[in-house]
């Protein structure tokens, strides 16, 4: 049976630190994707404005000479069509007069001329700036243009004119979609071997928490068993020594009676840390039976009820019975004894503590502990069910708290397949919500 739950342990275990595992691989594969998404999206931007800045430049420089080339033409009144500035630097220009007549030109490429006309005619071509324009043809293959214009004047700086100048960068563009293809391309095997080597390195990684988990939960399994049997030889051997007629030292006795009251928490405290060890092993054992939850919660009030008078405290059950419930009783039992006896403890003097059964929802039962003690920060309010976590530390040691109260609380809770929930307020009070399903 031991072999079995052992082996039932480890297959939990390894579940665990495997879903870990791949939740580290995820992590790291999402920021390595987006850091390749930057970088691929860098190099696109980088590569478009190197391009798109040096044919600006150079149209720049060329309108200009154009300009004053159509100038002295159209003050000759001789046009020679500049077929060579097309062949040279596949560029076209077109020159309009102040009428709006066509002047001279350098024809565009026939298959996209129609486009420049239509770009020209819109009048959204800048004066001395650069306009990129995306056309679509028949094929849906986008043609893009720079374009620009500049004013033809008389040397007097009369306006005679206008020259439209552009280039087809079509094929430039082309270019750098293919280098951003080949880039994602490459970006993609890098992103893959990444993966593969985080998944292989958050293996090791984890391998190494998972023993690093096994050596820890077995340790604290063998401590708390192994303490368990010389506390008890400490705690006859006090018994004996506080029983014994010939001790008469009132300062003898008073150190006997400290002894015990120590080895009792120290007893308390291996035996909280063994039902944790046990809990996180999955070695502990349900006994699992039908009871009357309301009759527990009135016989635990009954039992509190000592404890409260010390300090003045009304402690109080909401709820009517009986209200029957499949589950293990002794743990259900302590787990409302906890947070009882956690209500009392920080409830001042003459306070109140209200343990109230809240009803059924289909296969749950749902009870409270409310009181209106000192209340929690919202900063610590998420601690609570941490181990050894104390809220006032300097107070819950003289009250004998251990900080393992709430933790073991959860786990029971857990262990019903429920949940615990927490409402607080400083100087206000404290709200325990629990829902148990039937076992």
């Not at 420089?61 to 159509?70: D, F, G, K, N, Y």
């Not at 849906?140 to 620009?148: C, D, G, I, W």
């Amino acid at each position: 049976m031991l072999a079995i739950n052992w082996k039932q342990n480890k297959l939990h275990f390894r579940g665990v630190f495997s879903h870990s595992r791949m939740r580290l691989t995820m992590a790291y594969s999402l920021l390595m994707f987006g850091l390749f998404i930057i970088i691929i999206f860098l190099a696109h931007q980088t590569m478009e404005w190197a391009v798109t800045s040096e044919q600006a430049r150079e149209l720049s420089e060329t309108i200009h000479s154009v300009s004053e080339s159509e100038s002295a033409m159209i003050r000759n009144g001789v046009f020679n069509g500049n077929e060579d500035l097309g062949k040279r630097e596949r560029m076209f220009f077109y020159t309009f007069d102040r009428s709006g007549r066509l002047q001279n030109y350098s024809r565009a490429p026939e298959r996209i001329e129609e486009e420049v006309m239509e770009v020209i005619q819109s009048g959204e071509v800048p004066v001395n700036d650069i306009g990129v324009f995306v056309q679509r043809d028949d094929g849906e293959k986008p043609s893009v243009l720079m374009m620009t214009s500049c004013d033809v004047r008389l040397v007097s700086g009369e306006k005679i004119g206008m020259v439209y100048l552009g280039k087809d960068v079509s094929a430039l563009y082309k270019g750098i979609k293919k280098a951003t293809q080949f880039y994602g391309g490459i970006s993609f095997l890098a992103l893959l071997t990444a993966i593969t080597l985080g998944h292989v390195v958050s293996g090791r990684v984890v391998d190494n928490m998972q023993k690093a988990y096994y050596k820890q939960r077995q340790f604290a399994a063998d401590a708390s068993h192994e303490l368990r049997t010389p506390l008890s030889v400490i705690m006859a051997s006090a018994d004996v020594l506080a029983n014994d007629p010939s001790i008469e030292s009132p300062f003898l006795k008073q150190v006997i009676d400290d002894l015990k009251d120590e080895v009792k928490k120290m007893s308390n405290l291996v035996g909280s840390l063994l039902q944790i060890a046990r809990s996180d092993n999955h070695a502990e054992t349900m006994n699992i039976k039908e009871f009357d939850l309301l009759e527990d919660m009135e016989q635990l009030v009954r039992k509190m009820q000592p404890l409260a008078e010390k300090k003045a405290i009304e402690v109080v059950l909401n709820g009517t019975g009986p209200v029957l419930f499949k589950g293990d009783e002794q743990k259900v039992q302590q787990l409302m004894l906890i947070l009882v006896d956690n209500a009392i403890k920080y409830t001042q003097d003459g306070g109140r503590v209200e343990l109230s059964y809240d009803g059924r929802k289909g296969n749950s039962v749902y009870f409270s502990v409310k009181d209106n003690g000192i209340g929690i920060s919202k900063e610590d309010v998420g601690k609570l069910f941490e181990r050894f976590f104390r809220v006032d530390k300097a107070r819950s040691r003289s009250m004998g708290g251990n900080g393992l109260g709430l933790a073991i609380a959860k786990t029971i809770v857990e262990a019903h397949n429920g949940r615990i929930e927490v409402e607080s307020e400083l100087g206000q009070g404290t709200t325990f919500k629990v829902m148990l399903k039937n076992m």
